[in-house]
T-cell receptor, first 113, second 111 residues
């Protein structure tokens, strides 16, 4: 049973471009969470999704950011018109149920030039 | 506002000594969890303690939870160089299924 898979591992974008980050949860996990981490800081919650539904997006910026978790395929975190402040490590985690431990991917390091 | 705050922010100890990290939080919780993060890597789950539990053990780890003080501690006994990492507490609030992470403690074990 493979762990949570995130790709790409590193992503470089110029200001104004779009960034698409992918996350495949562990097999059998229907709960997906996205977090952002700046250097030397903790993880900041962004969004919580179950299959085809956004459950909690209270941590998502109102503009430029969106997330989906379709019936088939990976969860996608999409950042439009990236700015330098979007540079960070983005981590995805999954769990089979709520009130359980999370399994994290290795993250995507986004660098905006 | 930040739910979990770890204390200390950084800790350096000699190999073989015990390491204690503390976490305080603000609102009522379903459970509290501790995670470890090695530099540049994802987080690894260490232990989960539910709101009706007071203490839990896993190998060299011991976690306590005091819901009246809204605090938890993580004790690592007989530390090893491989324990060098950042440690985060995370809380799941009542009726709130997301985990909120603290700012972390950077632990360095000196060989």
């Amino acid at each position: 049973n493979a762990g949570v898979m995130q790709n790409p591992r590193h992503l470089v974008r110029r200001r104004g471009q779009e960034a698409r980050l992918r996350c495949s949860p562990m097999k059998g996990h229907s709960h997906v969470y996205w977090y952002r981490q700046l250097p030397e800081e903790g993880l900041k919650f962004m969004v919580y999704l179950q299959k085809e539904n956004i459950i909690d997006e209270s941590g998502m910026p109102k503009e430029r950011f969106s997330a989906e978790f379709p019936k088939e395929g990976p969860s996608i975190l999409r950042i439009q018109q990236v700015v330098r402040g979007d540079s960070a490590a983005y981590f995805c985690a999954s769990s089979p149920h709520s009130n359980e431990k999370l399994f994290f991917g290795s993250g995507t390091q986004l660098s905006v030039l | 506002s930040q739910q979990g705050e770890e204390d200390p922010q950084a800790l350096s100890i000699q190999e073989g000594e015990n390491a204690t990290m503390n976490c305080s939080y603000k609102t009522s919780i379903n459970n509290l969890q501790w995670y470890r993060q090695n530099s540049g890597r994802g987080l690894v789950h260490l232990i989960l303690i539910r709101s009706n539990e007071r203490e839990k053990h896993s190998g060299r780890l011991r976690v306590t939870l005091d819901t009246s003080k809204k605090s938890s501690s993580l004790l690592i006994t007989a530390s090893r160089a491989a324990d060098t990492a950042s440690y985060f507490c995370a809380t799941e609030g009542l009726g709130n299924e997301k985990l909120t992470f603290g700012t972390g403690t950077r632990l360095t074990i000196i060989p």
